[in-house]
């Protein structure tokens, strides 16, 4: 199970780096040459934070594009984008192991990540994880591979390939999946107009009576905390305890992340376990399905929500119409983030 593994790697990144860089010195024949490219959020977006020794460079970018689409990271024909596909989002219809592949989008803002938020830190903390012990890269094959040893003596001035390169050029690619042009980016720009329902739709969202701007904030749409929505009154399977797996404290059972809502249209299953198949599934739970479990989230049961959202039929149909303006077809097709050639 995903969140298991994840829980093992969490915490001991920081070290794992240093401990690469003691591995692989310097390497004495070469200066490292590094084009920066700068990364403009857009203008309603919050501050981008970038690890110093990790500032964005065309280089790096390029390389960790090339990875981010080869299956020689993985032992078993695998790449990123195999489970990560542009088209959807950089997620997949698929399930893996019961759990639902999230999407790489924004996750520049991400201050943890995994629906159990089981890695805290930065891109590259998450990086790590992935190529260290998710994919558990064979570093002695990629070493073999002179196109990507020369890079990485090139962008990195040292004389060999280990974990903190990959997942350093991954990083670097993967923050510049920056989702800014849904039609809801647009309608805040000034440039278009929402229908009556979208707008009926986004006003119900970001009300108290929906209610559901105080996890999902924009223009992210997360607010990087876990909380237990009250899917669920027993967790049946293992997955379903969310942060509980990690922490072992009974107020944690049931908590996972406030996930990014942008394409979520696309998305063909909902939730860290994919259990609903429509966004309509997805607000008639808000509207009637919470249970009220011990450790449920305040913010599921303030007054006024004792008995559900009650909205009408018009209502919850508007809430999906808002969700459908947060696809972002620019980013779905923008050939700097596709496979290279
Ligand atoms: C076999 C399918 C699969 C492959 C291949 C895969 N992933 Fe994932 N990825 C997942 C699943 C499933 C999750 C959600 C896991 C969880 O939360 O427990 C995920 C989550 C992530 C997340 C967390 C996103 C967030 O919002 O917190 C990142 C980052 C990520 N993957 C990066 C990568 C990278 C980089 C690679 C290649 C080195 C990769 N993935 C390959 C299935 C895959
Ligand atoms: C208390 C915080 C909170 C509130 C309020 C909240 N959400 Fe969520 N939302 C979450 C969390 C946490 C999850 C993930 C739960 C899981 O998978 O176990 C989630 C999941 C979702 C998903 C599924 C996303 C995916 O990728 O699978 C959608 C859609 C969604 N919420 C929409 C809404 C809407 C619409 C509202 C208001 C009616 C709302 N949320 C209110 C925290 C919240």
């Known amino acids: 199970m995903v969140g298991l593994i994840t829980f093992l790697a969490g915490v001991s990144t920081l070290s794992a780096c240093k401990k ?5 010195p310097p390497s004495t ?29 065309v280089e790096r970018i390029k390389l960790g594009r090339m990875l981010y689409y080869d299956t020689l990271l993985s032992n078993d024909g695998k790449a990123c984008a195999g489970c990560h596909l542009q088209s959807k989002g950089f997620t997949t219809d698929l399930l893996y192991q019961g759990v639902t592949v999230l999407p ?13 938020a089981s890695i805290q830190g930065t891109l590259e903390d998450a990086m790590l994880f ?11 094959k990629v070493n073999q591979n ?33 989702s800014r042009d849904t039609k809801y980016d647009r309608f805040i720009r000034g440039e278009i107009e929402l ?13 108290e009576r929906g209610d559901c701007f105080h996890c999902h904030i924009n223009p992210v749409m997360t607010d990087n905390q876990l909380h237990n929505i009250g899917l669920d009154s027993l967790y049946s399977k293992e997955l379903d305890k969310g942060f509980f797996n990690l922490s072992g404290k009974v107020s944690d059972l049931g908590k ?6 942008r394409n979520v249209a696309l998305r063909k299953h ?27 989230d305040p913010i599921m049961t303030k007054p006024g929500k004792e008995n559900g959202l009650n909205l009408s039929s018009q209502e919850k149909m508007q809430i999906v119409a808002f969700l459908q303006t947060l696809t972002d077809l620019t980013l779905l097709a923008d050939t700097t983030l596709s496979t290279p050639n």
């Open 256 to 261: 996972f992340r406030t996930p990014n809502l």
């Open 146 to 178: 002179s196109t990507y040893l020369q890079l990485v003596k090139k962008y990195f001035g040292v004389n060999k390939i280990t974990y903190k390169e990959l997942s350093y050029s991954l990083a670097q690619f993967v923050r510049t999946l920056i």
């Open 270 to 296: 909902l939730m860290h376990d994919g259990r609903f198949g429509s966004l309509e599934e997805v607000v008639e739970f808000y509207n009637s399905g919470v249970h009220k479990v011990s450790n449920v």
């Open 130 to 140: 992935e190529v260290q012990t998710f994919f558990a890269t064979n570093l002695e």
């Open 104 to 116: 790489h989008e924004n996750l520049a803002w991400n201050t943890n990540f995994m629906w159990n």
């Open 195 to 207: 229908s009556y329902d979208e707008l009926q739709g986004r006003n119900l969202f970001f009300s």
């Open 20 to 24: 690469n860089s003691e591995d692989n």
């Open 29 to 57: 024949d070469s200066t490292v040459v590094l084009t920066p490219y700068e990364i403009i959020p857009p203008a309603h977006f919050p501050v981008l934070k970038i690890p110093d020794d990790n500032k964005p460079s």
